[in-house]
């Protein structure tokens, strides 16, 4: 079948959206196991910095993923995942996903900072009741840290695709209002040509606009059974950000979304100096929402400075006493360095190679690891 896409002109002035319903007799969607949606009731609450997070960790686990950003408010998975300057190929029947990584086996994570060694704890995220989704009271997640060399299980494909990458400049998102917006991101939901791909985490825009009532439409109609997994819904402890984040659960109810489950993110703070962590907001708001709407707390995510260092900078994050010399090269107190450059590039290397690194890779080893149980059906998915 030729797609519609077939000559596509990405500008949105030139851009042809089609005039009727188009069967998919082939659709993208159909080399996808399960369809993620991360949620949140408002932005800069870290949806793309969780889903990218949650990516990583399924590929580390194995998982062969797929990201699709269609968040044109504030999209920022291709600098997340540093594909900017990427641009996305046409195929015959629809685009391609840019490759981020490659199924392979990593090599062994180069030696951590003795600092981080000492401070090593076991996977931190909250241990969570299954039967009311509850969490008991506990302390906040210690920063997970790499003790062990990974073993040489080979780590699954990355590929993504952000609505940002066809617009010609960032300023363009103004100019894609209301239907239009809508259609094309109808149309990119199908569109894409996937490779086989065990995970499909979709970035959407925060709040319960027209657009998440198109996807919800499409991704309902044209998801094959069993394909659409439902939502985890992101907040932060503020209570703000938790009553925005209550609209989203009703929305998926009404919707008929499953919510898979609440990550409540920026929960206490890691001291990338020290390790010791302050509560920022307050905590507790997503335990408490998840815990009033009957959905399953998933776990909280600390802010970890090094996390804004891997992806701003392309650095493997170092913890312990990290000092700038003032030549953008840290050193932490063993002398391990880090290269700063100061033309903003990035080091070489992948990310979810650096992410090994990163504190936040046990917490959310302890989340996927929730999740692929939930979806995959070892655990029961109602909370
Ligand atoms: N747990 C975290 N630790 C440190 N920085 C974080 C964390 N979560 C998000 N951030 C940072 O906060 C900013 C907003 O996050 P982002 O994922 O873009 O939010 P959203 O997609 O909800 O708008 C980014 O600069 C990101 O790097
Ligand atoms: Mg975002």
Redo the contacts with the bound molecule.
């Keep these: 079948m030729r797609s519609r896409l077939d000559n596509h002109n990405p500008s949105p002035k030139n851009h042809v959206l089609p005039s009727h319903n188009i069967l998919h007799e082939a659709m993208s969607l159909d080399n996808v196991k399960h369809i993620v949606l991360v949620l ?1 009731g408002k ?10 997070q949650l990516a990583l960790s399924l590929s580390l686990a194995g998982k062969s993923v797929g990201i699709l950003d269609i ?1 044109l408010t ?1 999209p ?1 998975i291709p600098r ?1 995942l540093g594909l900017e300057s990427a641009k996305i190929t046409q195929a015959p029947g629809g685009w391609l996903p840019c490759e981020v990584h490659k199924e392979q086996v990593l090599p062994p994570i180069p030696t951590p900072p003795p600092s981080q060694a000492q401070n090593g704890t076991s996977n931190a995220t909250p241990a969570t009741n299954p039967t009311n989704g509850t969490t008991a009271p506990q302390q906040p997640p210690e920063p997970e840290v790499q003790a062990e060399p990974d073993t040489d299980a080979p780590i699954g494909s990355l590929h993504a695709i952000s609505l940002a990458l066809l617009l010609p400049s960032r300023s363009s998102a103004i100019v894609w209002r209301g239907p239009k917006k809508t259609a094309m991101v109808r149309q990119f939901l199908t569109d894409v040509l996937w490779p086989p791909t065990d995970y499909l985490l979709i ?1 959407t825009p ?1 709040g319960t606009s027209d657009e998440h009532i198109s996807l919800a439409e499409t991704l309902l109609s044209k998801s094959l059974p069993g394909q659409l997994s439902g939502a985890v819904i ?1 907040t932060t402890p503020q209570a703000v950000a938790v009553s925005d984040v209550r609209k989203e659960v009703n929305f998926c109810g009404k919707v008929g979304i499953e919510v898979v489950g609440v990550v409540e ?2 929960s206490g703070f890691v001291c990338e100096c020290c390790g010791e962590e302050a509560n920022l907001f307050g905590k507790g708001g997503g335990e408490i929402m998840a815990s009033d709407f009957g959905v399953r707390f998933l776990g909280r ?5 090094q ?2 260092v891997l ?2 900078e392309g650095r493997r994050p170092v913890y312990g006493k990290v000092e700038s010399n003032g030549e953008g090269r840290y050193a932490d107190e063993e002398g391990n360095v880090g290269e700063v450059d100061d033309k903003g590039r990035r080091e070489d290397g992948l990310l979810v190679d650096k992410y090994r690194s990163c504190a ?1 890779r046990g917490v959310f080893e302890g989340i996927t690891g929730q999740l692929i149980g939930i979806i995959e059906g070892q655990l029961d998915g109602n909370g």
């Design positions: 949140s932005g800069g609450v870290g949806k793309s910095s969780i889903t990218t968040d504030g920022s997340l970035d925060p992101v993110n920026m995510v600390p802010v970890d400075g996390w804004g992806v701003e936040l």
